[in-house]
């Protein structure tokens, strides 16, 4: 059974959609194989660049119907070469599960472990990289869904153009919200999704590359499914080297249409900004603190310490019951925290409305 009341969705993805991007999804079928469908793919190809004004000839983004984290594995898989070793820098989940993709398919890799949540040690990552000269790549996490900190990529950036190492990026929760120089950083590869900070449904995932980046399609594979070279080249030539989710293709599509005609990146980041200020300051009032500063956080989501009194699936369950989902903390934070995001089609006149929701049930737990 399926309830018919909308909730408003305020875990990191997926999102609440918008009408625009609703009706894409109805569009007519379509073949993959067909010119129709290469237009399609070239539009969003094009769309994805055009986030973060790129230039075509030295960057790209190849697309593959999968979840964030497909994009996250193929990065990875397709770009260390098979002599490369990767620094990988954990502060949260998902820095682990970059860990987590390297042990699985043998790649070389290091760790620099933090707690989940604390800021990254340049010091200490200086040190690494001086002991071990055979690191070719960084891999790091943009922004760290587990708690809402923003890493500084600027930072990590100079200690890699300094010894000449690439840096991976997952940019899954920040690509289309926070501010990523690709150039000024540079930026190997980021992976991201359609569902989080571009508002789409979640089945289309992708990388955005420099060019120059990409193996020779005669260099060994560590996969067939989640090859980007392969699949890169497929496209560059109007194809695709598999079916792909045409429909998700249609709402992305859409969904940029739609984030470019409100102002782009900028629009987002400003957008998000003001609903988590609104959030914080609601919260604050009600005695509820966040985990981290705003200068730390991103603007996609933030971390709240559970009101007192209150375990999170109470909370959770009462917030649903008026309209609302909130997200769990993971590991250790599940028993102390609660995530709001501020992705997807919601407004001011939400969070007012969820403000006055928590109001009303710790007013009736007191
Ligand atoms: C959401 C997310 C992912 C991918 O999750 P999926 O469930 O595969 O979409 C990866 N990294 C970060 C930082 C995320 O927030």
Known sequence: MVDSRPLILLNPGPVNLSERVRKALLKSDLCHREPEFAALQSSIRQQLLDVYSLAPERYVAVLMTGSGTAAVEAMLT?????????????????????????????????????????????PALTRRLEEDNAITHIAAVHHETTTGRLNDLGEISSLCKERGISLLVDGVSSFGAEAIDFEAWSIGACAATANKCLHSVPGVSFVVLRRELLPSSESPKRNLYLDLEAYCRHQDANGTPFTQSVQCYYALDEALSEFHDLGGWRARYQHYHNLVQQTRDGLRRLGIRPLMKSHDSSVVLNSYELPSGFDYETFHDQLKENGFVIYAGQGELAKRIFRISTMGAITAADIDRLLQAITRIMGAAS
């Open 78 to 122: 397709s770009l260390m070469p098979l002599d490369g070793k990767v620094l990988i820098i954990e502060n949260g989940v998902y820095g682990e599960r970059l860990t987590r993709i390297a042990e699985i398919y043998g790649i070389s890799h290091i760790r620099s472990s933090h707690e989940w949540g604390a800021p990254i040690e340049i």
